[in-house]
Antibody, heavy 123, light 107 residues
Framework: QVQLVQSGVEVKKPGASVKVSCKASGYTFTSYGISWVRQAPGQGPEWMGWMNTYNGYTNYAQTLQGRVTMTTDTSTTTAYMELRSLISDDTAVYYC????????????????WGQGTLLTVSS | DIQMTQSPSSLSASVGDRVTLTCRAGQSILTFLNWYQQQPGKAPKLLIYSSSTLQNGVPSRFGGSGSGTDFTLTISSLQPEDFATYYCQQSYSYPWTFGQGTKVEIK
């Protein structure tokens, strides 16, 4: 069965960086993209970006350009999301999600989600 | 960015009720509209994609419709496990944006 298993809780100070991992299993890793979605307390989800796991192409949210980097290690089927220069507004639960590679995909949606990683940014 | 607006923001209903949630896109998104259910403390779960297609394993009491800018999610007979927050999301163009959610509460 498809599973996305994320790394654990993180507590960081403003200005620091965080790197969250997401181990995928149960499907062919390079046949799907990976997106990252975050959800601040009491808010709706926010798309952060998407990565083509096949060729490494990335597409980041404009609001995070320059602070976020998404990578993958296809040998271990693990995706990573690094966020730098953290501020208190980055406090949220961060999810990795399986995403389609192409706009013509049968399911143009996020069909599998990781369990979430809580990031707290506080001095 | 395409803005997604959901209404109402919350509603109270009883087990067995028929409930309808709405979602409006800021521009036409054809049928690139998805619905997710989120229980407290859990990750969102995909219910419906492409406006009206039920994800595998989702009960048939859930139904979706709409195209262009106006969409609805209907639960034909509310069950105890359906009390949750529901989000719509457009997958027409990046960034894939979500609505702010409709919380379905027990009356």
């Amino acid at each position: 069965q498809v599973q996305l298993v994320q790394s654990g809780v993180e507590v960081k100070k403003p200005g620091a960086s965080v790197k969250v991992s997401c181990k995928a299993s149960g499907y062919t890793f390079t046949s799907y993209g990976i997106s990252w979605v975050r959800q601040a307390p009491g808010q709706g989800p926010e798309w952060m970006g998407w990565m083509n796991t096949y060729n490494g192409y990335t597409n980041y949210a404009q609001t995070l350009q320059g602070r976020v980097t998404m990578t993958t290690d296809t040998s271990t089927t693990t995706a990573y999301m690094e966020l730098r220069s953290l501020i208190s507004d980055d406090t949220a639960v961060y999810y990795c999600v399986r995403a389609p590679l192409f706009s013509t995909a049968v399911i143009p949606a996020f069909d599998y989600w990781g369990q979430g990683t809580l990031l707290t940014v506080s001095s | 960015d395409i803005q997604m607006t959901q209404s109402p923001s919350s509603l109270s209903a009883s087990v067995g009720d028929r409930v309808t949630l709405t979602c409006r896109a800021g521009q036409s998104i054809l049928t690139f509209l998805n619905w997710y259910q989120q229980q407290p403390g859990k990750a969102p779960k995909l219910l419906i994609y492409s406006s009206s297609t039920l994800q595998n394993g989702v009960p048939s009491r859930f139904g979706g419709s709409g195209s262009g800018t106006d969409f609805t999610l209907t639960i034909s007979s509310l069950q105890p496990e359906d009390f949750a927050t529901y989000y719509c999301q457009q997958s027409y163009s990046y960034p894939w944006t979500f609505g702010q959610g409709t919380k379905v509460e027990i009356k």
